[in-house]
């Protein structure tokens, strides 16, 4: 399996445009997971679905942000408009199930910097 | 959450074993414990986990005390690739799970 992929790797924009990250997770997996680390607040779980389903977006920071899961094999996080602190490495994350013993798959990141 | 307390940094020699250890006296019950490990400029990796008894793979050993209130990730023999970012992490058993929360991880720095 080619494992979590993540597009773009990087992406810098400026500041107002709309930002939209890319994933696509391990096939069969049921749940899927968007992260967001930066230096000062580390590694935080922004929102995760169920069989494309949000499930809790409570990690979410504010309304400039979305994400959408259409289909088992693809998801999307979107910033609009995008900000300077915006600027972090984003991790999608995907698991077959979401209890105690699963593992957590993570993709590669993209790095986001907004001028 | 149960929390869990790491060192912020530990080194290493290249080939020697090490020791990691992670504090979490409030460690429930119900709650696995984890550790990931992120290399640089990449994203986080499974390593390991256990619940009561000690665990064996590829990568590492977990060393779980008796009172469960503490562990220890040991790598037998630290290569230059070992040099990350490790995370200990506590996670209920229930079949709803909870969600991976990272603290800041120990920083591992292996020595040529």
């Known amino acids: 399996d080619a494992g979590v992929i993540q597009s773009p790797r990087h992406e810098v924009t400026e500041m107002g445009q709309e930002v939209t990250l890319r994933c696509k997770p391990i096939?069969?997996?049921?749940?899927l997971f968007w992260y967001r680390q930066t230096m000062m607040r580390g590694l935080e779980l922004l929102i995760y679905f169920n069989n494309n389903v949000p499930i809790d977006d409570s990690g979410m920071p504010e309304d400039r942000f979305s994400a959408k899961m259409p289909n088992a094999s693809f998801s999307t996080l979107k910033i609009q408009p995008s900000e300077p602190r915006d600027s972090a490495v984003y991790f999608c994350?995907?698991?077959?199930?979401?209890?105690?013993?699963?593992?957590?798959?993570f993709g590669p990141g993209t790095r986001l910097l907004v001028l | 959450d149960a929390k869990t307390t790491q060192p912020n940094s530990m080194e290493s020699n290249e080939e020697e074993p090490v020791h990691l250890p992670c504090n979490h006296s409030?460690?429930?019950?119900?709650?696995?414990i984890h550790w990931y490990r992120q290399l640089p400029s990449q994203g986080p990796e499974y390593v390991i986990h256990g619940l009561t008894s000690n665990v064996n793979n590829r990568m590492a050993s977990l060393a779980i005390a008796e009172d469960r209130k503490s562990s220890t990730l040991i790598l037998h023999r630290a290569t230059l690739r070992d040099a990350a970012v490790y995370y200990c992490i506590l996670r209920d058993r229930s079949p709803y799970g909870n969600k991976l929360v990272f603290g800041a991880g120990t920083i591992l720095r292996v020595k040529s």
């Open positions: 994350a995907s698991s077959l199930k979401l209890g105690g013993a699963e593992t957590q798959y």
């Open positions: 409030t460690i429930s019950g119900t709650d696995y």
């Open positions: 096939s069969g997996h049921d749940y």
